[in-house]
């Protein structure tokens, strides 16, 4: 079955410092990696994603993810924080499912970013 | 142009009464999602609809769970008999399957069981 895990439940960081909010992946067969974020009382908002090319993404907002393939990896980083940036991100991977590609996303649990001034 | 649109943002209901949940998704796309978001639970898929296909109902969580979706556009979630753990933000996605899955969320319906 196909999981992710974030394992930080927050990162803080300080303004203009660079951040990684880290996401790992079990999947079956190639992965189909995503990249949300949620703002306060929002729905989710696409960062970015990895379906195949360049293991570096770059997506909205200046963020950026590195797909690694051996680690089975995908976090996100931007190199410069702002207190903007502070919202809950969320991992995600494209589910198999038996009946075939439902397109359907098996979401991690969430990283809380916190940039501070 | 219109993204993804729910309907109603929140609703509070008492335990035991139905609930409809409304979403219009973006003009053209296939694809619809329904997740649910709840506090220390994270995002749980529930059910999708593709074109004319079969929904995939795998992550109804229970038979008082239903949708339905008229005319390939807009999608009705539907909650009988509310209990307080159906409490969340109710989220729905819409996507192309030729953008790879790339899903485009409404703002949610959160909805509170008394």
């Known amino acids: 079955a196909q999981s992710v895990a974030q394992p930080e439940d927050q990162v803080n960081v300080a303004e203009g410092n660079p951040l990684t909010v880290k996401c790992t992946y079990s999947?079956?067969?190639?992965?189909?990696l995503f990249w949300y974020v949620q703002y306060p009382n929002r729905g989710l908002q696409f960062l970015l994603k990895?379906?195949?090319?360049?293991?570096l993404v770059k997506g909205s907002y200046g963020f950026e993810a590195e797909f690694n393939k051996s680690q089975t990896s995908f976090h996100l980083k931007k190199p410069s924080a702002l207190v903007s940036d502070s919202a809950l991100y969320f991992c995600?991977?494209?589910?198999?499912?038996?009946?075939?590609?439902?397109?359907?996303?098996?979401f991690g649990q969430g990283t809380t970013l916190q940039v501070k001034p | 142009g219109a993204g993804v649109s729910q309907s109603p943002s929140n609703k509070v209901t008492e335990k035991g009464k139905d609930v409809e949940l409304r979403c219009d998704p973006i003009?053209?796309?296939?694809?619809l999602y329904w997740y649910r978001q709840s506090l220390g639970q994270g995002l749980e898929f529930l059910i999708y609809?593709?074109?004319?296909?079969?929904?995939?109902k795998s992550g109804l969580p229970s038979d008082r769970f239903s949708a339905e979706r008229t005319g390939g556009s807009v999608s009705t979630l539907t909650i009988q008999r509310t209990q307080q753990e159906d409490s969340a933000v109710y989220l729905c996605?819409?996507?192309?399957?030729?953008?790879?899955?790339?899903?485009?969320f409404g703002p949610g319906t959160r909805l509170t069981v008394t």
């Open positions: 995600a991977v494209r589910d198999y499912g038996g009946s075939g590609n439902t397109g359907k996303l098996i």
């Open positions: 996605a819409s996507s192309l399957v030729r953008d790879n899955y790339e899903q485009y």
């Open positions: 609809f593709q074109g004319n296909s079969a929904p995939d």
């Open positions: 999947v079956s067969g190639n992965p189909y």
């Open positions: 990895y379906i195949t090319g360049d293991n």
């Open positions: 003009s053209g796309h296939t694809a």
